[in-house]
């Protein structure tokens, strides 16, 4: 099954840094989904790239998409405290998603 | 808009009793809801996805008769944790796609998850 894997870290940043986490995979996929989840409560769908798109953005945030490295990056730029959350990407094929393990970030104010 | 609504947000139950649990997408309609099981500090497992009108489909490894799943209309799943045991305890999300809506059928509209624990 299709699996999108985020390196699993941990990011405590400085408010006004930016943040950056990767998320892999391994099979091929229709697109490819960042979500943020606070803790404790559902997730937020932030942005979506599509298999034939390689850099998105959206606000403060910067998507890229290699997908012959089969690999995403999320950026968040001028961090804020309300960014703290842990975020997820999650790879789409066959009508499904696949979530990755998920990266904590904590912006410290 | 897009807002997908669970209830209840949290439940504690006995172990051997039934609990159910609703979304609701309230303010679109969704052919397709997926069911989430997510425990602490780890991802989503998708546990099946469910189809108005038909049976869910389950993913490897959920037992349907432990875990079962109505979507009787556009706006509506649930699911039923039948004889609950502890290790059944969790936090169960779902999600419901949109139709009609081309530029937003790709995204998945999360609810805000459901708390079990089970004691």
């Known amino acids: 099954s299709q699996q999108g894997e985020e390196d699993p870290q941990a990011l405590s940043i400085q408010e006004g840094e930016n943040a950056t986490m990767n998320c892999s995979y391994k099979t091929s996929i229709n697109n490819l989904q960042w979500y943020r989840q606070n803790s404790g409560r559902g997730l937020v769908h932030l942005i979506l790239?599509?298999?034939?798109?390689r850099e998105k953005h959206s606000g403060r945030l910067r998507v890229t998409l290699d997908t012959s490295k089969k690999s995403s990056s999320l950026l968040i730029t001028a961090s804020r405290a309300a960014d703290t959350a842990s975020y997820f990407c999650a790879t789409e094929g066959n009508n499904r998603l696949a979530f990755g393990k998920g990266n904590q970030v904590v912006v410290i104010p | 808009g897009a807002v997908v609504s669970q209830h209840p947000s949290w439940v504690i139950c006995k172990s051997g009793t039934s609990v159910k649990i609703e979304c609701r997408s309230l303010?679109?309609?969704?052919?397709?809801m997926f069911w989430y099981r997510q425990f602490p500090k780890q991802s989503l497992m998708l546990m099946a996805t469910?189809?108005?009108?038909?049976?869910?489909?389950?993913e490897q490894g959920v037992e349907k008769d432990k875990f079962l799943i109505n979507h009787a209309s556009l706006t509506l799943s649930t699911l039923t944790v039948t004889s609950a045991h502890p290790e059944d305890s969790s936090f169960y999300i779902c999600?419901?796609?949109?139709?009609?809506?081309?530029?937003?059928?790709?995204?998945?509209?999360f609810g805000p998850g459901t708390r079990l624990l089970v004691l």
């Open positions: 303010d679109f309609q969704a052919t397709t």
């Open positions: 469910s189809n108005e009108g038909s049976k869910a489909t389950y």
């Open positions: 790239i599509r298999s034939n798109e």
């Open positions: 999600s419901a796609r949109e139709v009609g809506r081309e530029d937003r059928q790709e995204t998945q509209y």
